[in-house]
Protein backbone atom coordinates (compact mmCIF):
# COMPACT_ATOMS: atom_id res chain seq x y z
CA UNK A 1 0.00 0.00 0.00
CA UNK A 2 2.95 2.07 0.86
CA UNK A 3 4.69 1.95 -2.49
CA UNK A 4 1.14 2.45 -4.23
CA UNK A 5 1.16 5.54 -2.14
CA UNK A 6 4.54 6.97 -3.35
CA UNK A 7 3.84 5.53 -7.24
CA UNK A 8 0.75 8.15 -7.17
CA UNK A 9 3.28 10.91 -5.27
CA UNK A 10 5.41 10.50 -8.02
CA UNK A 11 3.23 10.55 -10.39
CA UNK A 12 1.27 14.03 -9.33
CA UNK A 13 4.35 15.20 -8.90
CA UNK A 14 5.76 14.37 -12.58
CA UNK A 15 2.09 16.20 -13.62
CA UNK A 16 3.10 19.07 -11.73
CA UNK A 17 6.37 19.83 -13.14
CA UNK A 18 4.74 19.35 -16.34
CA UNK A 19 1.95 21.23 -16.08
CA UNK A 20 3.47 24.08 -13.76
CA UNK A 21 7.29 24.57 -15.68
CA UNK A 22 5.49 25.30 -18.94
CA UNK A 23 3.93 28.56 -17.23
CA UNK A 24 7.07 30.10 -16.69
CA UNK A 25 8.49 29.02 -20.27
CA UNK A 26 8.61 31.32 -23.03
CA UNK A 27 5.99 31.29 -25.80
CA UNK A 28 8.62 31.63 -28.36
CA UNK A 29 11.98 30.53 -29.59
CA UNK A 30 15.03 32.22 -31.63
CA UNK A 31 17.56 30.53 -32.99
CA UNK A 32 20.69 32.88 -34.82
CA UNK A 33 23.93 31.41 -36.44
CA UNK A 34 26.20 34.09 -38.19
CA UNK A 35 28.45 33.23 -41.03
CA UNK A 36 31.77 35.73 -42.36
CA UNK A 37 32.03 35.20 -46.26
CA UNK A 38 34.82 36.18 -48.50
CA UNK A 39 32.45 37.02 -51.04
CA UNK A 40 30.87 40.30 -52.77
CA UNK A 41 27.50 41.66 -50.95
CA UNK A 42 25.70 40.95 -54.60
CA UNK A 43 26.81 37.23 -54.94
CA UNK A 44 25.76 36.46 -51.66
CA UNK A 45 22.78 38.44 -51.17
CA UNK A 46 21.72 36.91 -54.69
CA UNK A 47 22.43 33.33 -53.60
CA UNK A 48 19.07 34.06 -51.38
CA UNK A 49 16.85 36.50 -52.49
CA UNK A 50 16.35 33.83 -55.97
CA UNK A 51 14.90 30.80 -54.46
CA UNK A 52 16.34 28.66 -57.22
CA UNK A 53 19.82 29.05 -56.07
CA UNK A 54 18.35 27.54 -52.60
CA UNK A 55 19.48 24.27 -54.30
CA UNK A 56 23.25 25.37 -53.78
CA UNK A 57 23.12 25.17 -50.54
CA UNK A 58 19.81 24.78 -48.77
CA UNK A 59 20.16 22.28 -45.44
CA UNK A 60 16.85 21.02 -46.32
CA UNK A 61 17.42 18.85 -48.97
CA UNK A 62 18.58 15.76 -47.44
CA UNK A 63 15.16 14.38 -47.79
CA UNK A 64 14.89 12.42 -50.88
CA UNK A 65 11.37 11.77 -51.14
CA UNK A 66 10.96 15.79 -51.06
CA UNK A 67 9.70 17.62 -54.20
CA UNK A 68 10.17 21.51 -54.62
CA UNK A 69 8.07 23.30 -56.85
CA UNK A 70 8.32 27.28 -56.83
CA UNK A 71 5.75 30.03 -57.46
CA UNK A 72 5.61 33.59 -58.00
CA UNK A 73 7.99 35.70 -58.86
CA UNK A 74 11.79 34.46 -59.77
CA UNK A 75 13.17 36.81 -56.63
CA UNK A 76 12.46 39.08 -54.05
CA UNK A 77 9.04 39.28 -52.34
CA UNK A 78 6.36 37.55 -53.81
CA UNK A 79 8.87 34.32 -54.37
CA UNK A 80 7.50 31.31 -52.69
CA UNK A 81 8.70 27.83 -52.44
CA UNK A 82 6.60 24.62 -51.92
CA UNK A 83 7.42 21.23 -50.83
CA UNK A 84 6.06 17.85 -50.46
CA UNK A 85 7.13 14.80 -48.91
CA UNK A 86 7.44 13.29 -45.21
CA UNK A 87 7.03 16.72 -44.44
CA UNK A 88 4.94 19.81 -46.31
CA UNK A 89 5.30 23.24 -46.14
CA UNK A 90 6.33 26.55 -48.12
CA UNK A 91 8.20 29.53 -47.57
CA UNK A 92 7.61 32.84 -48.71
CA UNK A 93 9.90 36.12 -49.30
CA UNK A 94 8.01 38.57 -47.52
CA UNK A 95 10.78 41.10 -47.28
CA UNK A 96 13.94 41.97 -49.62
CA UNK A 97 16.26 45.07 -49.49
CA UNK A 98 19.29 44.37 -51.40
CA UNK A 99 22.40 43.55 -49.70
CA UNK A 100 21.24 44.30 -46.37
CA UNK A 101 17.94 42.33 -45.55
CA UNK A 102 15.17 39.65 -46.44
CA UNK A 103 12.71 38.34 -44.18
CA UNK A 104 10.86 35.29 -44.80
CA UNK A 105 7.50 33.52 -43.59
CA UNK A 106 7.33 29.83 -43.13
CA UNK A 107 4.24 27.49 -43.06
CA UNK A 108 4.22 24.17 -42.21
CA UNK A 109 0.12 23.42 -42.45
CA UNK A 110 -0.91 22.09 -39.23
CA UNK A 111 2.17 21.69 -37.47
CA UNK A 112 2.52 25.81 -37.38
CA UNK A 113 4.96 28.31 -39.00
CA UNK A 114 7.64 30.28 -38.66
CA UNK A 115 9.22 33.92 -39.36
CA UNK A 116 13.03 33.34 -41.12
CA UNK A 117 15.35 36.98 -41.40
CA UNK A 118 18.91 37.08 -43.66
CA UNK A 119 21.04 39.93 -42.42
CA UNK A 120 24.23 41.05 -44.07
CA UNK A 121 26.43 43.48 -43.29
CA UNK A 122 29.42 44.16 -45.52
CA UNK A 123 32.77 44.04 -43.86
CA UNK A 124 36.40 44.73 -44.86
CA UNK A 125 37.13 40.61 -44.25
CA UNK A 126 33.56 40.03 -46.23
CA UNK A 127 29.87 40.21 -46.12
CA UNK A 128 28.68 38.44 -42.34
CA UNK A 129 25.74 36.70 -42.35
CA UNK A 130 23.25 36.26 -39.86
CA UNK A 131 20.12 33.88 -40.64
CA UNK A 132 17.85 33.81 -37.58
CA UNK A 133 14.41 31.55 -37.59
CA UNK A 134 11.67 32.52 -34.89
CA UNK A 135 9.03 30.29 -34.00
CA UNK A 136 6.12 32.39 -31.99
CA UNK A 137 2.95 31.30 -29.96
CA UNK A 138 3.91 27.97 -28.84
CA UNK A 139 0.71 26.47 -26.86
CA UNK A 140 0.49 25.40 -23.47
CA UNK A 141 2.19 23.10 -22.07
CA UNK A 142 3.34 20.38 -24.92
CA UNK A 143 4.90 22.72 -27.25
CA UNK A 144 6.49 24.97 -24.83
CA UNK A 145 8.54 22.06 -23.27
CA UNK A 146 9.08 20.94 -27.19
CA UNK A 147 10.73 24.62 -27.38
CA UNK A 148 13.46 23.87 -24.97
CA UNK A 149 14.49 21.53 -27.73
CA UNK A 150 14.23 23.82 -30.55
CA UNK A 151 17.37 25.13 -30.07
CA UNK A 152 19.83 22.01 -30.31
CA UNK A 153 17.26 20.68 -33.30
CA UNK A 154 17.43 23.80 -35.67
CA UNK A 155 20.81 25.50 -34.95
CA UNK A 156 23.08 22.69 -36.81
CA UNK A 157 20.78 22.91 -39.17
CA UNK A 158 20.97 26.74 -40.37
CA UNK A 159 25.00 26.16 -39.21
CA UNK A 160 24.88 23.37 -42.23
CA UNK A 161 23.03 26.00 -44.34
CA UNK A 162 25.64 29.15 -43.96
CA UNK A 163 28.52 26.65 -44.03
CA UNK A 164 27.41 25.30 -47.31
CA UNK A 165 26.16 28.73 -48.61
CA UNK A 166 29.67 29.68 -47.56
CA UNK A 167 31.92 27.41 -49.97
CA UNK A 168 29.15 28.05 -52.39
CA UNK A 169 29.54 31.96 -52.57
CA UNK A 170 33.26 31.84 -52.45
CA UNK A 171 34.08 30.22 -55.32
CA UNK A 172 31.51 31.79 -57.55
CA UNK A 173 32.25 34.00 -60.50
CA UNK A 174 32.56 37.07 -58.49
CA UNK A 175 30.60 40.19 -60.21
CA UNK A 176 32.59 43.20 -61.29
CA UNK A 177 32.92 46.21 -59.02
CA UNK A 178 29.91 49.10 -60.10
CA UNK A 179 30.29 52.68 -59.34
CA UNK A 180 28.20 55.68 -60.15
CA UNK A 181 30.19 58.79 -61.35
CA UNK A 182 29.29 62.37 -62.71
CA UNK A 183 30.66 62.87 -66.19
CA UNK A 184 30.64 66.17 -67.54
CA UNK A 185 29.24 67.92 -70.82
CA UNK A 186 31.95 66.59 -73.65
CA UNK A 187 32.32 68.13 -76.80
CA UNK A 188 32.19 65.36 -79.50
CA UNK A 189 33.00 65.03 -83.13
CA UNK A 190 29.27 63.32 -84.51
CA UNK A 191 27.09 62.03 -87.38
CA UNK A 192 23.10 62.19 -87.23
CA UNK A 193 21.85 59.28 -89.07
CA UNK A 194 18.75 57.29 -89.45
CA UNK A 195 18.22 53.50 -90.19
CA UNK A 196 15.73 50.57 -90.18
CA UNK A 197 16.07 48.43 -87.36
CA UNK A 198 17.88 45.83 -90.07
CA UNK A 199 20.89 48.32 -91.00
CA UNK A 200 21.54 50.03 -87.70
CA UNK A 201 24.66 47.97 -87.27
CA UNK A 202 25.78 49.20 -90.72
CA UNK A 203 24.81 52.47 -90.53
CA UNK A 204 27.18 52.79 -87.63
CA UNK A 205 29.89 51.09 -88.73
CA UNK A 206 30.05 53.35 -91.54
CA UNK A 207 29.80 57.12 -89.61
CA UNK A 208 32.60 55.89 -86.89
CA UNK A 209 34.50 54.95 -89.82
CA UNK A 210 34.38 58.17 -91.09
CA UNK A 211 34.59 59.78 -87.49
CA UNK A 212 37.73 57.76 -86.87
CA UNK A 213 38.95 58.49 -90.37
CA UNK A 214 38.82 61.91 -90.01
CA UNK A 215 40.47 62.08 -86.75
CA UNK A 216 42.89 60.38 -87.98
CA UNK A 217 43.66 62.29 -90.46
CA UNK A 218 43.44 65.70 -88.73
CA UNK A 219 45.60 64.64 -85.83
CA UNK A 220 41.92 65.42 -83.34
CA UNK A 221 42.96 64.28 -79.84
CA UNK A 222 40.19 62.12 -78.82
CA UNK A 223 38.87 61.75 -75.26
CA UNK A 224 37.23 59.02 -74.91
CA UNK A 225 34.44 55.52 -76.01
CA UNK A 226 32.36 55.92 -79.18
CA UNK A 227 29.13 56.52 -78.31
CA UNK A 228 25.43 56.34 -79.82
CA UNK A 229 22.26 58.58 -78.60
CA UNK A 230 19.23 56.81 -80.01
CA UNK A 231 16.51 59.97 -80.32
CA UNK A 232 13.65 57.62 -80.87
CA UNK A 233 13.08 53.94 -81.37
CA UNK A 234 11.06 52.67 -84.55
CA UNK A 235 11.12 48.94 -85.33
CA UNK A 236 9.12 49.13 -87.94
CA UNK A 237 10.15 52.55 -89.47
CA UNK A 238 13.32 54.62 -89.50
CA UNK A 239 14.93 55.29 -85.87
CA UNK A 240 17.59 58.24 -85.75
CA UNK A 241 21.04 57.68 -83.99
CA UNK A 242 24.17 60.31 -83.49
CA UNK A 243 26.85 58.24 -83.72
CA UNK A 244 29.54 60.41 -81.74
CA UNK A 245 33.35 60.22 -80.38
CA UNK A 246 34.28 62.58 -77.82
CA UNK A 247 37.60 64.88 -78.22
CA UNK A 248 39.26 67.31 -75.95
CA UNK A 249 37.58 70.45 -77.78
CA UNK A 250 35.63 71.66 -80.49
CA UNK A 251 36.57 71.21 -83.94
CA UNK A 252 36.55 74.15 -86.68
CA UNK A 253 36.09 74.15 -90.59
CA UNK A 254 34.19 70.51 -90.63
CA UNK A 255 32.03 69.35 -93.20
CA UNK A 256 28.57 67.40 -93.12
CA UNK A 257 27.82 64.83 -92.71
CA UNK A 258 30.58 65.49 -89.28
CA UNK A 259 29.50 67.94 -86.99
CA UNK A 260 30.46 69.37 -83.28
CA UNK A 261 28.04 67.83 -80.87
CA UNK A 262 27.94 68.10 -76.95
CA UNK A 263 27.33 64.64 -75.03
CA UNK A 264 25.07 65.83 -71.98
CA UNK A 265 26.65 66.00 -68.10
CA UNK A 266 24.72 63.22 -66.10
CA UNK A 267 25.57 60.01 -64.27
Excluded at 68 to 86: C, F, H, Q, R
Excluded at 230 to 249: L, M, R
Aim: hydrophobic letters at 45%.
Amino acid sequence: MKAIKIIVIIVLVLIAVFLVVPLFLADNVTVSHTQLINAKPATVFHQVNNLKNWENWSPFDDDTTMLISLEGPELGVGAKMLWTGKESGSLTIVESKPHELIKTSLDFGPEGGANGSWNFENTPEGVKVTWTTRITNLSYPVERWFGLLMESMLKPMLTKGLNDLKEFAENAPQPPDIQLVELKAQPSLAISDSATFEGIGQMLTRNYGILYALIQKRRIPASGKPFAVYHNWNPKGFTQITAGIPVEAAVKRLKAPVANYELPAGQ
